[in-house]
């Protein structure tokens, strides 16, 4: 069993920065894909980013994030990060983070294992 949480979320104004964080317990995640997902009010959750562990980080991304985020982990601590910069009124939504018992990308929500609860990232004026 794996227990994710996620945290910083918040609210922001358009054009700042968040950086949210992903702590798993349970099992390290040496042998797993990890991912972020968003899910905004009515619409259907979505892929953001996504890094295979073991590879030494690849990072996949998003259209709609590239160039704004950044995903990263840290060993020591068994966590992902998401760096989100210039921030949009369209990226409002409920960050998820999830991991996959594969080290293959996936951009569907279907294919992960583990979800964590969620946190909020609304940006507005």
């Known amino acids: 069993q794996v227990l994710l949480a996620e945290h910083g979320g918040g609210l922001v104004q358009p054009g700042a920065s968040l950086r949210l964080s992903c702590a798993a317990s349970?099992?390290?995640?040496?042998?797993?894909?990890v991912g972020w997902f968003r899910q905004a009010p009515g619409k259907e959750r979505e892929f953001v980013a996504a890094?295979?562990?073991?590879?030494?980080?690849?990072?996949f991304y998003a259209d709609s994030v590239k160039g704004r985020f950044t995903i990263s982990r840290d060993n020591a601590k068994n966590s992902v990060y998401l760096q989100m910069n210039s921030l949009k009124p369209e990226d409002t939504a409920v960050y998820y983070c999830?991991?996959?018992?594969?080290?293959?990308?996936?951009?569907?929500?279907?294919?992960?294992?583990?979800w964590g609860q969620g946190t909020q990232v609304t940006v507005s004026p």
């Open positions: 999830a991991a996959r018992l594969r080290a293959v990308v996936s951009d569907r929500a279907g294919a992960y294992d583990y």
């Open positions: 349970g099992r390290t995640f040496s042998d797993y894909t």
């Open positions: 890094i295979i562990w073991w590879s030494g980080g690849s990072n």
